[in-house]
């Protein structure tokens, strides 16, 4: 009954920045821990950001350390992935994760997370 959709992709310019929204509906409990995750062609799915009920409780990668932000508006159900800086690296499908109960500590693995979206392309231009 979960339903978890992603918007925000596209084309951007190198250095440029996007912002990825991921809307949750369906579910009788607002989803707890969060996560985005990105996986390009010929790539393993790749972990980038996760966030529990609190934004103080973050976890990102090391490769878009500082680059990246994640966020939530618990009010809107919706988590949110801000990414400036850009590079062709960061060229990817990115999909939206949740878990219907915190993850403690947040974690980097695709299996701790029970739903997940269909995924919005992003395309960085070198």
């Known amino acids: 009954q979960v339903q978890l959709v992603e918007s925000g992709g596209g084309l951007a310019q190198a250095g440029g920045s996007l912002r990825l929204s991921c809307e949750v509906s369906g579910g009788t409990f607002p989803m707890y821990a969060m996560g985005w995750f990105r996986q390009a062609p010929v790539a393993e799915r790749e972990f980038v950001a996760a966030?529990?009920?609190?934004?103080?409780?973050?976890l990102y990668a090391e490769s878009v350390k500082g680059r990246v932000t994640i966020s939530r508006d618990n009010a809107k159900n919706t988590v949110y992935l801000q990414m400036d800086s850009l590079t062709s690296e960061d060229t990817a499908a990115y999909y939206c994760?949740?878990?219907?109960?915190?993850?403690?500590?947040?974690?980097?693995?695709?299996?701790?997370?029970?739903?997940w979206g269909q995924g919005t392309q992003v395309t960085v231009s070198s």
């Open positions: 994760a949740a878990n219907s109960g915190p993850i403690r500590p947040l974690s980097m693995t695709p299996h701790e997370y029970e739903n």
């Open positions: 966030i529990n009920w609190s934004e103080d409780d973050t």
